[in-house]
């Protein structure tokens, strides 16, 4: 049988081949790279669908929310309800992976019972919800798990349980306020600068645009452009290079299953944050009407607990803390801390979820035993 013939690499001569057919193998593999990262990118940009990374049954349903109830029912204590943010992505954020989420972290550290709102998507019947409808079933879910709670908020979902809170003191055993803005002209945060030097009539245009709802993506390219070089440059290229490195793709695959899936607000609800709340600081001036009552924070005496990201640019520390000074509970029952990081950090950071919430656990622990 004839043996192949052995090209002798050190003959110029045949340098021309050996550089074409290097040149083809270079050539196929970086195709395959380039369509390995184009395949992944549009995965992981809308291509994913979010979920919640503990079990966990189907409370209740209503039109607004899913009521999520995990751990024992039975179990002593008071039940501590989440209250997820509604601002545009799903409750995942307090339940954001396993070993990673805040939900499992109150139940690894002595929360027998913890319940999530699990916030809709608005549908376009929905546009005309206002925050009046969204308290109501947040008190229907309150009622529903015994008539008391404790309430942790989590950015918007914070001053909706601090409305409930001023709104039905008795329902409230202890408040957590965390990256919840309460004071919004406190600080000096590019969303209240947004906020005064935009006016209505802006907001009003992408509602008429959304057919009466705040769309999710219009928000989504918001906050991409508070940061437009990690977003349209950094993110691509960072895949770009970690493509072939399956822990940092199924770590971006969980990140953006949440992040890239933003949901619709009801345009009145939306607008009405943005004037009553964010234009004129009505729920810190004690001027915001909630279920036919004007509320005063000052009405709030239960335990609270203030938690603040110190490099938060979507809450600063200021519109956190602030509500020491505005509450009624009295300064020996509040308990304020600022820890390192951003603002989702504050809700699936790993470090905060494991220096920090398991603290925030024993507390509640502390002030729920009947």
Known sequence: MTQPTKIPSAVPAFWPMQLATQLMSEGAELVARNLKFVAEDLKLHGGLKPVLATPNRVRMELRSMTLRDYGKPGAAGVPTLV?????????????????????????????????????????????DLDIDNYLAD?????????????????????????????????????LVLAGTPVDTDAGDGPIKRMAHATPLSFYEDLVQAGGGLMRGRFMLQGWKGMHPDEHYFKEHLDLYEH????????????FERWYENPIDLPGRWYLQAIEHLFKNNDLAHGRFVGLGRTLSLRSITCPAYLLAGAADDITT?????AAHGLLGTPPEKIVEQTVPGGHIGLFMGARTLREHWPKIARWLVAHSRH
């Open 243 to 254: 493509i072939d490195d399956p822990a940092y793709v199924a770590k971006r695959e969980v």
């Open 317 to 321: 520390p200021e519109q956190v803390l």
């Open 83 to 127: 209250d997820a943010p509604h601002a545009g992505h799903t409750a995942t954020i307090a339940d954001f992976a396993p070993g990673q989420s805040l939900v499992q972290t109150l139940l690894d550290h002595g929360i027998g019972h913890v319940a999530l709102t699990d916030w809709k998507s608005a549908t376009p019947d929905m546009k």
């Open 138 to 174: 947040l008190l229907v879910a309150v009622d529903d798990l015994g008539g008391r709670v404790n309430l942790v908020g989590l950015c918007q979902g914070g001053w909706l349980s601090a409305m409930l809170a001023a709104r039905f003191p008795e329902k409230v055993n202890a």
